[in-house]
């Protein structure tokens, strides 16, 4: 089974610092791990993945995730905030198994991201 | 270039009745998901669809609930009878391939009320 941990619900930074929205993860073999925003009323919109490679991922938006694999973790972060920048955030994970139910993404509960001016 | 598409984008049932929800996958997608998210929680997994056919179904409630993605038109979230417990919001999502590599593409939703 896979699952995704946020250990925030809420994150407060000032407009122009740097943030960090954190989320691990388990799954039995290698992740596929996303990082999506969902404003409020409004669907999630796709910020970033991590397939392989480097672990650094730079997505849209000017967010960028770092992928740890002895920490299974995959933090969100961006080096200046914007008060545009709050949303709820959500970490999600897939494994790479090839059978049709792998295909869903699993959710971790969302971090609610507060940028203060 | 249209995004994933749902419709209602908000629906009040009572008690009962049947609700339906349609999502029109993003042009060129064939893979369709339906995420259920319940108020201060995140998206759940229903179903994943191909054209025509259900690949994997595991997380919808066994009672009530279907859907469908046939060859021509949207794909269809039915909630038959539908209980307060089925308030929630439903996105749909899409993507291009059936690869795990592949980004799923999400639609604004649809938020279900039951008085």
């Known amino acids: 089974a896979q699952s995704v941990a946020q250990p925030e619900d809420q994150v407060n930074v000032a407009e122009g610092n740097p943030l960090t929205v954190k989320c691990t993860y388990s799954v039995s073999g290698n992740p596929y791990l996303f990082w999506y925003v969902q404003y409020p009323n409004r669907g999630l919109q796709f910020l970033l993945k991590?397939?392989?490679?480097?672990?650094l991922v730079k997505g849209s938006y000017g967010f960028e995730a770092e992928f740890n694999k002895s920490q299974t973790s995959f933090h969100l972060k961006k080096p200046s905030a914007l008060v545009s920048d709050s949303a709820l955030y959500f970490c999600?994970?897939?494994?790479?198994?090839?059978?049709?139910?792998?295909?869903?993404?699993?959710f971790g509960s969302g971090t609610q991201l507060t940028v203060l001016p | 270039n249209a995004g994933v598409m749902q419709n209602p984008r908000h629906l009040v049932r009572r008690r009962g009745q049947e609700a339906r929800l349609r999502c029109s996958p993003m042009?060129?997608?064939?893979?369709v998901y339906w995420y259920r998210q319940l108020p201060e929680e995140g998206l759940k997994f229903m179903v994943y669809?191909?054209?025509?056919?259900?690949?994997?179904e595991s997380g919808m409630p066994k009672e009530r609930f279907s859907a469908e993605f046939p060859k021509e038109g949207p794909s269809i979230l039915r909630i038959q009878q539908v209980v307060r417990g089925d308030s929630a919001a439903y996105f749909c999502a899409s993507s291009l391939g059936g690869s795990s590599t592949d980004t799923q593409y999400f639609g604004p939703g649809t938020r279900l009320t039951v008085l």
């Open positions: 999600a994970v897939r494994d790479r198994a090839t059978s049709g139910s792998a295909r869903q993404l699993t």
């Open positions: 991590y397939i392989t490679g480097d672990n």
């Open positions: 042009k060129g997608h064939s893979h």
């Open positions: 669809l191909q054209k025509e056919n259900i690949i994997d």
